[in-house]
């Protein structure tokens, strides 16, 4: 069956969060809405559409009488949504470990971590970025708290933002996807306190990483 075409408004929001990752529409920026909506060849209400929910993301911030402004993120900013990730989403690799999943259950989550491996093998770091998104993305599913799944989705786009500024600077990511094994391993086997601690330590990691990279290479808004 084929996929259901994007509403105008899903394309907008598409279309406007990656021309702000990929700097287009840069940190810091202003602009009016219809000016996004020539630059879309929208019409302005689904670009509207799209700015709210950007704006509830923390990508923008749509200001009375002053237009649209993409609003910068500063390494403090990046610190400060690592340690809710790391809290929200060690949560839920610790409630998926007491879940007791099957192997069918957990196939999305193998798959993710066999991508990144792939990836990693052939130096592909989009590619990998790609299969680590889903590897979070799947976790916190697991996890089955529908308001966490909220909450990091909206923080998930701030990581994606500052990881696309720095995924070249960085080692490949080997230690990263022995991390989500570890987590994955301990999900399948039942230990949440494992599952919980392995992950915690990954996402310290990630932090640490990101911003020392924000702040050496002195990416101090992105």
Not at 62 to 70: D, T
Not at 93 to 105: K, L, N, P, S, V
Not at 132 to 158: A, K, T
């Amino acid at each position: 069956m084929p996929d259901k075409p994007l509403s105008s408004s899903q394309r907008a929001i598409h279309e406007l969060r990656n021309k702000v990752f990929s700097g287009e529409l840069a940190a810091g920026s202003d602009h009016l809405e219809s000016e996004l909506a020539d630059l879309l060849d929208m019409s302005r209400t689904p670009v509207r559409e799209a700015v709210l929910t950007l704006e509830s993301q923390g990508l923008l911030e749509l200001r009375p009488r002053k237009g649209v402004r993409i609003l910068p993120l500063s390494p403090d900013d990046m610190a400060e949504i690592y340690d809710v990730l790391t809290e929200l989403e060690s949560h839920a690799a610790e409630r998926a470990a007491e879940a007791g999943y099957d192997e069918t259950d957990l196939k999305a989550l193998a798959t993710a971590i066999d991508d990144m491996d792939a990836a990693i093998a052939a130096s592909d770091l989009d590619a990998w970025a790609e299969a680590d998104d889903r590897f979070h993305s799947e976790l916190v599913r697991l996890g089955g708290n529908r308001r966490i799944q909220s909450i990091v989705g909206m923080m998930s786009d701030q990581v994606r933002r500052a990881r696309t500024m720095t995924l070249f600077m960085r080692p490949l990511p080997t230690k990263s996807n022995e991390d989500h094994r570890a987590v994955f391993h301990a999900i399948r086997s039942g230990d949440a306190d494992t599952a919980r601690d392995s992950h915690e330590k990954h996402r310290q990691h990630a932090k640490a990483i990101i911003v020392e990279l924000l702040n050496k290479h002195r990416l101090r808004f992105l």
